[in-house]
């Protein structure tokens, strides 16, 4: 829905509400089949565009350095809280964390984040809980997420699980440019559904493409996933095998060797696993290309395992990049 030009010349709603900012290039079929037209608000009604910017920099006088929030814009349903500095081993790392005043995600909403971390920035990016995937009678939604990191910088973005609830179709894009010399950790867990209520693979298609590009654009990683159950494209051999849970992490650094990066992911997840009574749970480690660093995926039946299993891999990560013990993250 193109939005109508105001008397002086400018768009109606600013440059952020145009299709052209919020819209993804291109949807994978697998989603966009679904078509756009809507079963109650289109699309770029109020309330279904969710746009966050938060630029992240260093500030303070020598010796006195903290990362500090410097630019924020949101647009409901995204907002964040103040971060918050609650780890006493870096009490110059902010935690932020990202928050939905929907409670979910409805056909036709379209969301938009933009992250930014200065030179020599640290920061960690998270949801408050878990992101809801609701059933869409028509159309999708789609969620966009960019994230640029200059030199030095130290970035964890790990949201919480997705739950993809029957009928949804849903795609996202997280876009990264990733200086040479900055480290990020970043990673996603998805559900067969809502395990507890016994849905599993009933949501209609799920697409996400995850890429890592240098500030010159040359490629460092790329994962695509299209997840459509009623196809056979989710639950088989060659995909999921059944389980509930897939979750990956990646880590992507220059301060200590791939190999390094590999063998505490290794470690720190089969610790994880041997402790739990998840015996479906299975997982794999290997080196990215070019030595840029390590990734993990993971399959398993059981959500307490799964999540520790996440929380395990990127405190391992965390320790190894920073030299500190990572903090409990805390959730409402």
């Known amino acids: 829905m193109s939005a109508a030009p105001v008397s002086d010349g400018a768009l109606y709603g600013g440059p952020r509400l145009q299709p052209a900012y919020f819209e993804p290039e291109r949807v994978p079929v697998e989603v966009a089949r679904y078509g756009t037209d809507p079963h109650t608000l289109r699309v770029g009604s109020p309330g279904k565009v969710g746009i966050l910017e938060l630029d992240f920099a260093v500030r303070g006088a020598p010796g006195a350095e903290r990362t500090e929030l410097v630019h924020h814009y949101q647009k409901t349903p995204l907002q964040i809280m103040r971060p918050l500095y609650y780890n006493p081993l870096r009490p110059d790392m902010p935690y932020t964390y990202v928050m939905t005043t929907g409670g979910g995600v409805l056909h036709g909403d379209r969301q938009r984040t933009e992250l930014r971390f200065g030179e020599g920035s640290s920061a960690h990016v998270t949801t408050q809980a878990h992101t809801k995937l609701y059933r869409m009678e028509t159309g999708y939604a789609t969620a966009l997420v960019n994230i640029e990191a200059e030199a030095g910088a130290y970035v964890e973005y790990l949201p919480d699980p997705l739950i993809p609830f029957r009928g949804s179709r849903y795609y996202q894009r997280t876009a990264v440019v990733l200086h040479e010399e900055a480290s990020l950790v970043t990673g996603e867990t998805i559900y067969a559904g809502r395990?507890?209520?016994?849905?599993?693979?009933?949501?209609?298609?799920?697409?996400?493409?995850?890429?890592?590009?240098?500030p010159d654009g040359r490629p460092v990683a790329f994962d695509r996933v299209r997840l459509v159950p009623g196809a056979g494209g989710a639950g088989g051999l060659a995909v999921l095998d059944g389980r509930d849970i897939v979750s990956t992490l990646y880590a992507i650094s220059p301060r200590v060797p791939a190999g390094e990066l590999a063998d505490a992911l290794h470690e720190a997840v089969a610790a994880v696993v041997a402790d739990s009574d998840d015996e479906a749970a299975r997982f794999g480690v290997s080196t990215l290309p070019g030595e840029a660093g390590a990734w993990l995926r993971y399959l398993g039946d059981d959500t307490v395992t799964s999540l520790a299993v996440q929380a395990a891999a990127a405190a391992a990560v965390h320790e190894l990049l920073t030299g500190a013990r990572a903090p409990i993250i805390r959730k409402s």
Do not use: H, I
């Open 195 to 214: 395990l507890t209520r016994g849905e599993r693979y009933e949501y209609d298609a799920y697409a996400s493409d995850f890429e890592v590009r240098r």
